[in-house]
């Protein structure tokens, strides 16, 4: 009524508060994470009701704001065209000549109860393997099951391949035995993975041999952080 854009509004769900930002209001946001020298390093935007429109919108600032470490997404209804506009938002952009690429500089990407799916994850991977800054993933109940294997199994290859990636969560995702089996393969080939939670709905022999791999991984995970810490005390000293 007063000719300001409305920032948000509250809605309750169950035993939840919703928060809706308005259009205006999130361009305004999406134009500012975009300013040249802005120094923003984590962004929180817990249980706020993007949608896919609304994500594509916050993504155009996204793609610019090359300080931004932390980005907290959990419950944000963002589906498969978000996590598209998501994953270019992340992936290295040539800026004018003479500048630097322009990509934030992701070290955790929490997306925990959207709804991804299979195709959402497929269209996600491109984006965390452009990421190479990327150290924890929280996927948890994204959607994902038993029925979306190919998906599961480029998201395996992606993590295979991952400069940085050691902790990702994809509990709550019903993906089966065969889903569990190429993440076991994948943590095997990659022992810089030392973190990795999945469903228990998985057989008991598929759990076990995850458990004892994880065990394995984050035993070397902290010998090599032990390694580290007393080469750079010699270092400095």
């Known amino acids: 009524m007063d000719g300001e854009p409305q ?11 919703t928060c809706i930002f308005g259009q205006e209001a999130l361009g305004l946001l999406a134009r500012v994470l975009g300013t040249s020298g802005i120094q923003l390093t984590a962004l929180s ?18 793609a610019r704001c090359s300080t931004l470490q932390q980005l907290t997404l959990p419950f944000c209804d963002v589906g498969v065209q978000g996590a598209a506009a998501l994953a270019v938002a992340i992936t290295p952009t040539q800026g004018p000549p003479g500048k630097p690429l322009l990509q934030p500089k992701l070290t955790l990407l929490d997306l ?15 984006g965390v393997a452009a990421c190479t800054t990327l150290v924890e993933l929280n996927l948890r109940a994204v ?17 295979s391949c991952h400069e940085a990636l050691q902790v990702v969560n994809l ?13 076991l393969t994948t943590i095997q080939a990659k022992p810089e ?18 458990i004892e791999q994880l065990a394995a991984n984050a035993k070397l995970h902290k010998v090599k952080g032990s390694t580290g810490r007393r080469t750079k005390k010699k270092t400095v000293t």
Not at 143 to 159: C, L, N, P, S, Y
């Open 112 to 126: 925990q109860g959207n709804a991804l799916g299979g195709e959402g994850l497929t269209q996600l991977c491109p």
């Open 7 to 17: 920032l948000w509004k509250s809605t309750t769900w169950g035993k939840g508060t």
């Open 171 to 183: 509990d709550g995702n019903l993906i089966g035995d065969a889903g569990a089996a190429l993440l």
């Open 45 to 62: 935007l817990s249980h706020v009701d993007l949608g896919d429109t609304r994500m594509q919108l916050l993504c155009q600032g996204l």
């Open 143 to 159: 959607g994902i099951t038993e029925q979306h294997k190919d998906a599961v199994r480029r998201f395996a290859d992606v993590v």
């Open 193 to 210: 993975v030392w973190s990795l939670s999945v469903t228990r709905f998985v057989s008991r022999p598929i759990m076990m041999q995850l």
